[in-house]
């Protein structure tokens, strides 16, 4: 693979810089903002989402699909946590880890949805104490037998509704204690699968359940500081090709009234829609979102992120709309065909050049030709911006991160697998 010596990403690093400053852009100061972008890494892409309720625990329905079976996923929470710290020795600047409620820490015993608590969780805090790294948090309403007939917090049997309900009170509760421990606010994600796979009579009806369900869940309020609420919005899973209760419109909508968090995944969409393009939208209306990337490929199939058009153009949008600070950024994708390790560095690593990317943009000159109607030059200025040397700052930024720089990792990633996870 390519080798770099550090006089070289140096060298590249200040005939980058230099052109940059020419188009009035500080690429120091680009790289300190960059720093403040902590993405939230999925824990379930080191599994195939199968948790650690029991030995062997997979995914199960729920509109979710992991295809392939490559070799090495981690069996266990050591050999989970262990793959989470190589990832994030192959990452520059610092990032977060979001955990599921399958994930938790039960010993060998047993505890049901509506039966976890704090203790099946502390030594999740105490790992990520030990890195100096925070945890964000999702209820899991999924791969259970009280989610097979496709509705939770939606049924209309109300002993199904009860136990979920109960299994998301307890998921904040741990929440706030992990927001506590690690002091810094911990995000609580809710997405639910609850949908129809045919053409549904009562949506009203299962809708109307749904917000009794979250009226119930919310009335008990957490300090911000530690816990914040966020709820998911789908299209479609598979299963629920024809409705899903808990739409865009919907969250939004309950979003905005009760002073939650949006959570905006961009696979969750119709795949002609921009979802880059409904950011400026809600923080007119909102002061934060949580942002789950992705990449759907003609549906909602959480690919591996990568540097293209959508993610940049969602990055751009928040860094253009001034909300940099204001935007939660997690990942979600899952993918069982190739290396898992590969697939998370990769993919954050996407994920953090859209940013970098968008950062060094010169916004106020680009926002200064528009506002002058000079369109040709704002147009022309945006492509010469294609070819600039913006894979010169990231190897920098890799350098003074001391990870790997360009694809350097691949070498990495190649040994952990030949030393370590093709022995499991």
């Known amino acids: 693979m390519l080798q770099l010596t550090q006089k070289e990403?140096?060298?590249?690093?200040?005939r980058a810089s230099d052109l940059y400053a020419r188009y009035g852009v500080d690429v120091e100061t680009s790289l300190k903002k960059l720093d403040a972008v902590q993405i939230s890494l999925h824990c379930w892409q080191a599994d195939d989402v199968g948790g650690f309720e029991h030995e062997g625990a997979s995914l199960q329905g729920g509109?979710?699909?992991?295809?392939?079976?490559?070799?090495?996923?981690?069996?266990?929470?050591?050999?989970?946590?262990r793959d989470i710290e190589k990832v994030l020795s192959l990452l520059p600047g610092r990032q977060r880890l979001n955990l599921h409620a399958s994930y938790g820490d039960f010993s060998g015993s047993k505890a049901d949805r509506d039966a976890i608590d704090v203790s099946h969780f502390r030594s999740w805090a105490d790992w990520a104490?030990?890195?100096?790294m925070s945890l964000d948090f999702n209820s899991t309403l999924f791969s259970h037998p009280l989610a097979a007939s496709?509705?939770?917090?939606?049924?209309?049997?109300?002993k199904i509704r009860k136990f979920w309900i109960e299994h998301v009170k307890r998921c904040r509760e741990i929440s706030e204690y992990l927001g506590k421990t690690q002091g810094n606010t911990c995000i609580h994600n809710l997405w639910i699968a609850d949908g129809a796979k045919d053409i549904p009579v009562d949506r009203f009806g299962h809708r109307k359940l749904l917000k009794q369900s979250l009226d119930e869940i919310y009335a008990v309020s957490f300090e911000p500081v530690y816990m914040k609420d966020a709820l998911e919005s789908k299209l479609f899973g598979i299963g629920s090709e024809a409705f899903v209760v808990g739409s865009h419109e919907f969250y939004l909508g309950y979003a905005l009234m009760n002073k939650k968090l949006i959570c905006i995944d961009n696979g969750h969409f119709h795949p002609t829609e921009v979802v880059g393009d409904k950011i400026?939208?809600?923080?007119?209306?909102?002061?934060?979102?949580?942002?789950?990337?992705?990449?759907?490929?003609r549906w909602d199939s959480d690919h591996v992120v990568?540097?293209?058009?959508?993610?940049?153009?969602?990055?751009q949008e928040i860094v253009r709309s001034a909300v940099l600070d204001k935007v939660y950024v997690g990942l979600d994708f899952f993918d069982a065909s190739i290396n898992r390790i590969g697939a998370y560095v990769t993919g954050t690593r996407a994920a953090q050049k859209?940013?970098?990317y968008a950062l060094l943009e010169p916004v106020e000159l680009l926002q200064q030709l528009e506002s002058e109607n000079r369109g040709f030059e704002k147009l022309a200025t945006l492509e010469e911006l294609k070819s600039m040397p913006f894979g010169a700052v990231w190897n920098y930024y890799c350098l003074i991160n001391n990870v790997p720089p360009a694809g350097m990792y691949i070498d990495e990633i190649n040994k952990y697998e030949k030393e370590i996870s093709s022995k499991r």
């Open 9 to 14: 990403v140096e060298a590249d690093f200040r």
């Open 63 to 81: 509109g979710l699909a992991v295809t392939g079976n490559y070799p090495g996923k981690a069996r266990n929470i050591d050999e989970l946590r």
């Open 129 to 132: 104490g030990e890195l100096k």
């Open 150 to 158: 496709g509705f939770t917090l939606s049924s209309k049997d109300k």
């Open 280 to 297: 400026s939208s809600i923080f007119q209306y909102t002061d934060e979102m949580l942002l789950h990337l992705t990449r759907g490929l």
């Open 306 to 315: 990568v540097f293209n058009e959508e993610i940049l153009l969602i990055a």
């Open 354 to 356: 859209a940013f970098l």
